[in-house]
């Protein structure tokens, strides 16, 4: 998440793993970790139930604050992000399935 490096079309676009860069989703928007995380409405109902544990918006600025103020406050970004990356890899093996 933090590093934006994944499943990430942009991501996968760079190493040529992919025809675009964009978010299948949202055409002329670049997929890439920090679009992912805090902007893609594939993620909304996530991000959502995310920052109502939270009880406030993330966003890129201060994410990393918010991981690092409690033990409940890490663990919820961690599902939120691992939930995400499992969705993208998921998405990603099967477009690899159907390209073979």
Not at 10 to 37: M, Q, T, W
Not at 48 to 57: A, G, M, N, P, R
Request: charged letters at 25%; glycine letters at 2%.
């Amino acid at each position: 998440m933090l590093s934006d490096h994944g499943c990430f079309w942009a991501y996968l676009h760079r190493f040529k793993h992919d025809y675009s860069p964009e978010c299948p989703s949202c055409p002329g928007v670049i997929e890439n970790a920090e679009y992912v995380f805090f902007e893609c409405p594939r993620f909304n109902s996530q991000r959502d139930l995310l920052e109502s544990i939270l009880h406030q918006k993330i966003q890129p600025e201060t994410v990393i604050e918010v991981m690092l103020s409690s033990r409940a406050s890490w663990n919820a970004i961690s599902t939120f992000a691992t939930e995400v990356l499992i969705d993208l890899r998921s998405i990603e093996k099967k477009r690899a399935n159907d390209n073979n």
